[in-house]
């Protein structure tokens, strides 16, 4: 499975972006959800939203609930990371990755995911 993420950029405090994550490859019999993960430098890669590939239910951080939305468009074999009223503690190198929904792994956690796009940089300056 291979991730390619764009949409990054920088952007003020307030604006919005639109991240998008394709998808190509993997086996047809597998259900692949999508995470967006981000890394601020000097911290952990934390869990920002994550999106089922059967259900398309969803999950969000905290710090993120409300401003931003993940949808997919399976037909297109793309993720979407719409993100509104951005703050500068967004700011981060943002990572899309896939795990095998039927896996069991804490959708938050990137131990579990098995495939990782190679990142896209989003900077909100104050």
């Known amino acids: 499975l291979q991730l390619v993420e764009s949409g990054g950029g920088l952007v003020e405090s307030g604006g919005s972006l639109r991240l998008s994550c394709a998808v190509s490859g993997g086996a047809s019999d597998r259900s692949w959800a999508i995470g967006w993960f981000r890394q601020a430098p000097g911290k952990e890669r934390e869990g920002v939203a994550c999106?089922?590939?059967?259900?398309?239910?969803?999950n969000y951080a905290d710090s993120v609930k409300g401003r931003f939305t993940i949808s997919r468009d399976n037909s297109k074999n793309e993720v979407y990371l719409q993100m509104n009223s951005l703050k500068p503690e967004d700011t981060g190198v943002y990572y899309c990755?896939?795990?095998?929904?039927?896996?069991?792994?804490?959708?938050?956690?990137?131990?579990?995911?098995?495939?990782w796009g190679q990142g896209t940089q989003v900077t909100v300056t104050s």
């Open positions: 999106i089922s590939d059967s259900s398309h239910a969803s």
């Open positions: 990755a896939a795990v095998d929904e039927d896996s069991g792994a804490v959708w938050y956690l990137m131990y579990g995911y098995d495939y």
